[in-house]
């Protein structure tokens, strides 16, 4: 079965600072997709950003982007000039290409300091 | 467009009640995930509707649990004879067919007394 693990369950950094978010995950599969979640205390989970494997190219997205490591299973997440809205709970997930399940690591608690 | 949308948001119940929760949809999409998140933990799948057939109920923890989208639609989890154990946030998500991305509801979050 595939496991996501975030191993840092709390991290602050400064605003307008750069901070990164580790993950990696266990999987014997070749074809998958990566995701990053924010969920802020209104519950609702918001797409961050995902990344194909079968692309080599880190994926970006304005402020946001990832270091994916393939061999090494890592996916970690930075986050640059930090905003105080980006403080929320972030969650690395996992889907298995052909599957539509996701599979959750047990998030990290980002907090900005003003 | 309207998001997902969860009902209620908030429910409090006793321990051997009988609890349905409901999920709204976006408008079109044809996949329906109900997830469950313990306090502290990732979201943990539940299960996958593809249209009006449940595709991959593997994540339900027993069968206590049951889920049903009789229109392709609105869909509706239910729990019988809960117990405290059962206390979450139950989140649903929605997808268009065969893309990645999945949309979520604000969640429900049932307690369990």
């Known amino acids: 079965a595939q496991t996501v693990t975030q191993s840092q369950p709390e991290m602050s950094v400064q605003e307008a600072e750069t901070v990164t978010l580790s993950c990696t995950y266990d999987t014997s599969e070749s074809d998958y997709y990566l995701f990053w979640y924010k969920q802020p205390p209104s519950r609702q989970m918001i797409l961050v950003i995902r990344?194909?494997?079968?692309?080599?190219q880190n994926a970006t997205e304005n402020r946001f982007s990832v270091n994916f490591q393939k061999a090494a299973k890592s996916f970690s997440l930075k986050i640059s000039d930090s905003q105080l809205g980006d403080a929320a709970m972030y969650f690395c997930a996992y889907r298995r290409r052909g599957a539509q399940k996701l599979v959750f690591g047990q998030g990290t608690r980002l907090t900005i300091n003003p | 467009g309207a998001g997902v949308s969860q009902t209620p948001s908030n429910k409090v119940t006793e321990k051997g009640k009988y609890v349905e929760l409901r999920c709204d949809p976006i408008?079109?999409?044809?996949?329906l995930y109900w997830y469950r998140q313990s306090l502290g933990q990732g979201p943990e799948f539940l299960i996958y509707f593809q249209g009006t057939g449940a595709a991959d109920d593997s994540g339900l923890p027993n069968d206590r649990f049951f889920a049903v989208r009789p229109e392709g639609s609105v869909s509706t989890l239910k729990i019988q004879r809960t117990e405290r154990g059962d206390s979450a946030v139950y989140l649903c998500?929605?997808?268009?067919?065969?893309?990645?991305?999945?949309?979520f509801g604000p969640g429900t979050r049932l307690t369990v007394l």
């Open positions: 408008s079109g999409h044809t996949a």
């Open positions: 998500a929605s997808s268009p067919y065969d893309t990645y991305e999945q949309f």
């Open positions: 990344q194909e494997a079968y692309k080599q």
